[in-house]
């Protein structure tokens, strides 16, 4: 089984930086694509940043500049360096993992979506 577990959320002042890190347990043949989601109170999730496995980023038009998408395969992490964080940034962040669990499922069908918990970014003034 898969898990993603988030950590390094909280709270933080306009202008602040964190860092969120996602770390990937379990049995995963292939990896797509790692990436981070944010889903705001009474808004839709959006995509934040993603990275696959060549190594090429993507980044939501509001975080470009600011945010910065990273792994490390030796740890199976993925992390999310956020920098100038604005209000608007705040909501629940999410790690997301593209990928298959054997070399059948990789061949016969597309990449499964799995997540992790959340952890809470604030920022607040």
């Known amino acids: 089984q898969v898990q993603l577990v988030e950590s390094g959320g909280g709270l933080v002042q306009p202008g602040g930086s964190l860092r969120l890190s996602c770390e990937v347990s379990?049995?995963?043949?292939?990896?797509?694509?790692l990436g981070w989601y944010r889903q705001a109170p009474g808004k839709q999730r959006e995509l934040v940043a993603s990275?696959?496995?060549?190594?090429?980023?993507n980044y939501a038009d509001s975080v470009k500049g600011r945010f910065t998408i990273s792994r490390d395969n030796a740890k199976n992490t993925v992390y999310l360096q956020m920098t100038s964080l604005k209000p608007e940034d705040t909501a629940v962040y999410y790690c997301?993992?593209?990928?298959?669990?054997?070399?059948?499922?990789?061949?016969?069908?597309?990449?499964?979506?799995?997540w992790g918990q959340g952890t809470q970014v604030t920022v607040y003034s």
């Open positions: 990275i696959n496995s060549g190594g090429n980023t």
């Open positions: 997301n993992l593209k990928g298959s669990r054997s070399y059948i499922e990789k061949t016969f069908s597309p990449p499964r979506d799995y």
């Open positions: 379990g049995s995963i043949f292939s990896i797509d694509a």
